[in-house]
């Protein structure tokens, strides 16, 4: 049984996903923004890398039936409905819509690990729920890859912390696991900020730039272990809350 961690998308290859559960974590913001979405009952949220292939898409979907949403530089892309800050995934705005998203790393991340034997999104907003998900595949007898986002292919310090929270709480108290150096790291890295997530957050760059942005509530909301209980799945090019009708 492996508990693997890959600091950033760029180190992705076909045999660290192949055949394995994979857990994305872009916790500022975009893994944060999807269990938000979800939870407030958006149909699903579609990831793309550019926005030019989302609105293409978006052409052979209803009117009204979808939002376009997404960030580039933090800030809404010009002439969409929604941006990449989960304070704007409210159940008034999203429940039953189809939410198109692309952002700077996070969608990419999710592109990256075609292959996968599942695919789910992991934060803080939904730690428990995700790894009880991965601690059942890896007692199933799946091998577990955790993908950190990272941050324009830079290392990300958040993605790092969240990842090693994961491997803790998806390994913790079985026997027989083994995990890659970079797990290790993301454990010291997460005993290292315990759960004061919010000096994480204003340690890290991303978190400091989304302060700086205007976006420092973002950061409160990524901060709230728990909060935000799903689990989204990404299948079949679409990003759905695994529920009684799609438990595996
Ligand atoms: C991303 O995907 O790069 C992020 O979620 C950026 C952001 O904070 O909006």
Redesign the pocket.
Known sequence: MRVDVLFGVQQVTPLDVQGRVVAVI?V???STTIAVALASDARAVLPFESSEEMITRSKHLERGSFLLAG?RR?HKIEGFDLG?SPLEYTREGVEGKTVLLT?????KALLAVQGARDVVVASYVNLTAVSAMLRTALRGGHDVTLVC?G?DRQFALEDAACAGRYVYAVSKRLTGVDTNDAAYAASLIDKKFGDNLMRLFNTAA?GRA?AAAGFGEDLTVCAAVDSYPVIPVYQDRQITKLGPERER
């Open positions: 872009d500022l913001r975009a960030e933090m990449n952002t700077t790393n996070g969608t986002a941050q991303h989304l």
